[in-house]
């Protein structure tokens, strides 16, 4: 059975930064993206950045340049590097896992079947 658990989220001012972890149990990076995605109250939730098992990346346009995801395969863990924080950065922030092959579909919740929990993100202004 797979097991999501993100950790790494918390309360920081606007500027500051943040790295989310996701450990992953019963899963394995294979050729399928895996990666993060958040949502805000009142909105969808939104894909942030993917990653396959090449390292092949993927980012919401704009989110380029502020977030890095990267993974340690052999520790099943995925990361997200988020710098000069924005308060429209205020977001639950999940991980996903069990994703698309195929990158253009990498931001779609729909195509990821192993969801974790979600560690809440603040950004204060």
């Known amino acids: 059975q797979v097991h999501l658990v993100e950790s790494g989220g918390g309360s920081v001012q606007s500027g500051g930064s943040l790295r989310l972890s996701c450990a992953a149990s019963?899963?394995?990076?294979?050729?399928?993206?895996w990666g993060w995605f958040r949502q805000a109250p009142g909105k969808e939730r939104e894909g942030v950045a993917a990653i396959d098992s090449d390292d092949k990346t993927r980012y919401a346009d704009s989110l380029k340049g502020r977030f890095t995801i990267s993974q340690d395969n052999a520790q099943n863990t995925l990361y997200l590097q988020m710098n000069q924080l924005k308060p429209e950065d205020t977001a639950m922030y999940y991980c996903a896992a069990g994703g698309p092959i195929w990158g253009g579909a990498w931001g779609r919740p729909s195509e990821y079947i192993y969801w974790g929990q979600g560690t809440q993100v603040t950004v204060s202004s």
């Open positions: 019963g899963f394995t990076v294979s050729d399928d993206y």
